[in-house]
């Protein structure tokens, strides 16, 4: 059974709600409150729409004990194998 490719949680489902209402309550107020209501409710829609799509999620990898390419402390250079500074 695979997972569905859109999955918001019930939390996510209650803060949108909440953000639908808080706009519809600054709209009453007034028109330019509403307006900034609207641009922070569309930012957190696409927020939790992008969370659950899974962008920027990291695939697993492999996992190295030390970045290629890189030298361990015992083959370091003479100068630090003498102790010079």
Do not use: D
């Not at 209650?14 to 007034?30: I, K």
């Amino acid at each position: 059974m695979t997972r569905p490719g859109f999955q918001i949680s019930v939390a996510s489902l209650l803060g949108l709600v909440a953000c639908a209402a808080v706009n519809f309550w600054l709209f009453r107020v007034g028109f330019l409150y509403g307006l900034v209501g609207l641009n922070v409710t569309k930012h957190v829609g696409v927020a939790v729409f992008c969370q659950a799509i899974g962008v920027n999620r990291q695939a697993p990898g492999p996992r190295f004990s030390e970045a290629p390419g890189s030298r361990s402390r015992e083959t370091g250079s003479a100068r630090s194998a003498t102790g010079a500074r």
